[in-house]
């Protein structure tokens, strides 16, 4: 589990983390930061690997690490059982 | 792992539209000027564009040039002042079109300076007109049904049209428009960085970036526009490194 | 009793150079243009010898840019070109001085407009004390009338620049650059005091980061406060920079009013009326922003008329209008196309206004 933290309030909402996410972990809020943005979230926290793909893609500096440890569920099987559009609809 | 805002930024929001790649540029700067140490030696220029307010972004000395004048400002900074690191940040209409003299004289005169040259193939700040830059069929608020090479020729290609003069040192095209781009990008600014610390002379890396808002598309569509049609007529690479 | 002076001979623009190199100068940026070359050319070799910096620039416009760059490092620089040259200067005059930087200007004026020839002019007086660049600004102009003029006020230009942190112009002509005449050298020394350049960039060791910019966008009153700051800084320099001089002025019914060149050979004209018992003065702003209309006013008292003459068809003699609120007939003579009045020509026109 990686501490990764993304600033709902600094996100733009532009969406490049979600589709970077290798593992498909990020999505987008349902509710609007104070500037009136949908906000990028991480949906398993648990077993977001801390690759920071989505710190590089992301314009607004938004998101941060601190520190990373193994994911609880190998990296392998996780890519291959959860997609984001999976994901997506599981938190619809 | 630890991924933080680097200390050369301020906390400050940046005023860019969503899925702008001028943030990720930054971001890759200011990484550089931490990890070189080189915060309080580094004089910056702002051009004239969307990322003429990036001293609001950069918490290092900065000078606000005028529009395309830059890297002639930089010259003369870093002639009086040796010691110091002096980048220029341009995009495509600052440093391919009003400032096409002063860009190709400095480096010409290996003026040993870091040049971040981002182009993003539109002029953003004045509201989506045709850049140098822009591609053959892009359509812009002045070319309405596409850039027609027989019209407005042919964009022009800043690494390879530099890659001739002996004065430069180092130059690099990459993107910023997926996570891997963003890292090879990295490298090639920290490199830039360096060769100025090793008084090599002028390193211009040139960004391919996205401007979502200008090409009226999504960030995500604009970081396809990257990945599809820029990296064809702009290929990614070194075109030159001594 | 004073030393016996050590004149040297030396042409217009190189006085002007070596008086740089005495004030401490240390960057200089400047394109060929005739008929101000020497001043390059002499500079590109002494400049370095003294631990200065000289850059042949790729156009005027990289040249005022770099000047930018150099006065923001805390260095004293100077640009110096001729007309066209200084048409393409303008824009980053105006950011100069926007961004309140100090650098010394030289404008050795030839024949126009447009090409114009390589002649002395003096066509260019407009676009020195009217702004010439975009935006609401003001520069010190300062027009020399002898080399050893030239060698005093080049330096002091210097110290105007830093002393105001506002870009000054020497506004010359091609005969001033190309003559040569014996000049005293003399030793710099400060006219004025020197505040300390709080405003270098030179990184941020120890120190707030600083910015130099000309962008006023929020709040929406920024640059109307800006604006309001520099309209009581120059009402300031105004108050404190109005030089000119006088020439057998006190009793004249005629007064000539000319700057630079012009006035020298006025001045002998008017020497040729006094021979003939006509009463003429010569008065000759030696700053032309700020103007100094009180002396204008002041002759103005006592003389019937006054003549303008310039080496162009008439632009100085609008600021001396106005000086004296058109409160005395002005004439004028004028010739334009680069080429100079002569005193015999001057003394034709003074007699057929002297009333
Ligand atoms: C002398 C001058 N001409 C024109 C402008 C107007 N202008 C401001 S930004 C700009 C284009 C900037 O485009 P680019 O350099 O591509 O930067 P971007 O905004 O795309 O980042 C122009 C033409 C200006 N400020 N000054
Ligand atoms: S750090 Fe990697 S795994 Fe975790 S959310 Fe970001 S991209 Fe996904
Ligand atoms: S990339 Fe950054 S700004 Fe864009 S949605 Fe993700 S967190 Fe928000
Ligand atoms: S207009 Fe384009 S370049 Fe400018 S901030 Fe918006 S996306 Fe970025």
Redesign the interface.
Same mark, same amino acid.
């Given at each position: 589990m990686a501490n990764i933290k993304i600033d709902a309030e600094r996100c733009k909402g532009c969406c490049l983390c979600v589709s970077e996410c290798p593992r498909g972990f990020i999505r987008m809020s349902e509710i609007f930061n104070k500037s009136g943005n949908l906000f990028a979230e991480v949906t398993d926290i648990e077993n977001c690997t801390g690759c920071a793909l989505c710190c590089q893609i992301c314009p607004d500096m938004a998101i941060e690490i601190e520190g990373k440890k193994k994911p609880n569920v190998p990296v392998k099987e996780i890519s291959q059982r959860r997609t984001n559009k999976e994901l997506m609809t599981k938190f619809e | 792992?630890?991924?933080?805002?680097p200390k050369t930024?301020k906390d400050t929001? %940046?005023h860019? !539209?969503? $899925?702008? $790649?001028? $943030? +990720?540029v930054h971001?890759l700067v200011a990484e550089v000027i931490d990890e070189l140490g080189l915060?309080?030696? %580094? +004089?910056g220029t702002?051009p004239v564009g969307c990322s =003429?307010?990036l001293?609001n972004y950069f918490?290092?000395?900065?000078?606000?040039?005028?529009h395309g004048?830059p890297p002639? /400002?930089? %010259?003369?900074?870093k002639? !009086?002042?040796p010691d110091? =690191?002096v980048f220029t940040y341009q995009g495509d209409g600052d440093i391919a079109a009003i400032g096409t003299?002063?860009l190709?004289?400095a480096a010409n005169r290996g003026e040993n300076i870091t040049a971040i040259f981002v182009n993003n193939a539109i002029y953003g700040m004045t509201g989506g007109q045709m850049a140098p830059t822009t591609l053959i069929g892009q359509k812009t608020t002045t070319t309405q049904n596409g850039r027609d090479r027989k019209k407005q020729g042919p964009p022009l290609k800043v690494c390879e049209l530099l890659a001739s003069l002996e004065g430069v040192a180092y130059l690099q095209r990459v993107a910023?428009s997926?996570?891997k781009d963003?890292?090879i990008a990295k490298k090639a600014i920290k490199k830039a960085f360096q060769n100025q610390l090793d008084g090599k002379g002028y390193s211009l890396v040139e960004v391919l970036s996205m401007c979502?808002t200008d090409w009226k598309v %999504?960030?995500?569509q604009a /970081?396809d526009f990257v990945n599809n049609e820029m990296k064809a007529a702009f290929p990614l690479g070194v075109y030159k490194d001594v | 009793m004073s030393k016996p002076s050590k004149k040297i001979l030396l042409k217009g623009n190189e006085v002007l150079s070596q008086a740089a190199i005495n004030a401490g100068c240390g960057f200089f940026a400047g394109y060929p243009i005739t008929p101000q070359n020497e001043v390059p050319e002499y500079l590109s070799k002494a400049l370095p010898e003294a631990g200065g910096i000289f850059i042949q620039a790729e156009s005027e416009i990289a040249a005022i840019n770099m000047l930018f760059g150099a006065s923001a490092s805390g260095v004293r620089c100077m640009t110096s070109s001729s007309s066209p040259g200084v048409s393409l200067k303008q824009e980053g005059i105006s950011y100069i001085a926007a961004a309140e930087l100090p650098c010394v200007i030289v404008n050795m004026q030839r024949g126009g407009p447009g090409l114009g020839n390589i002649r002395a002019a003096q066509g260019d007086y407009f676009q020195s004390v009217k702004g010439g660049g975009h935006g609401d600004y003001r520069l010190i102009v300062l027009a020399p009338s002898t080399l050893q003029e030239i060698y005093e006020l080049t330096m002091n230009a210097f110290d105007y620049a830093d002393h105001y942190r506002n870009p000054v112009l020497i506004l010359g002509d091609g005969i001033l650059g190309q003559m040569a005449e014996p000049v005293e050298l003399t030793k710099y020394r400060p006219i004025v005091d020197l505040p300390e350049k709080d405003f270098v960039l030179d990184g941020c060791k120890g120190r707030e980061r600083r910015v130099i910019k000309t962008l006023l966008l929020q709040p929406a009153e920024a640059l109307i406060e800006f604006n309001e700051y520099l309209k009581k800084k120059y009402a300031g320099i105004e108050s404190e920079l109005k030089l000119c001089q006088k020439y057998r002025c006190d009793d004249a019914d005629l007064v000539v009013a000319a700057y630079g060149i012009t006035a020298r050979i006025a001045e002998g004209a008017v020497d040729m009326a006094r021979d003939k018992g006509l009463k003429v003065g010569l008065i000759r702003p030696i700053t032309l922003w700020p103007f100094p209309d009180e002396d204008f006013r002041a002759v103005a008292e006592q003389a019937k008329k006054l003549l303008v003459v310039e080496m162009s068809n008439g632009q100085m003699i609008e600021d001396v209008k106005l000086s004296i609120e058109c409160s005395r007939p002005v004439e004028f003579y004028g010739t334009g196309g680069g080429w100079y009045p002569t005193s015999e020509k001057i003394m034709e026109k003074i007699e057929s206004v002297y009333e």
């Open positions: - | 792992m630890q991924f933080k805002r930024i929001q %940046t860019y !539209c969503p $899925g702008c $790649g001028h $943030g +990720i971001r915060r309080e030696k %580094t +004089i702002a =003429v307010l001293y918490d290092c000395d900065i000078i606000e040039c005028a004048r002639a /400002v930089a %010259t003369a900074i002639r !009086c002042q110091k =690191v003299a002063e190709i004289h910023v997926t996570a963003v890292i979502p %999504t960030p995500k /970081v | -």
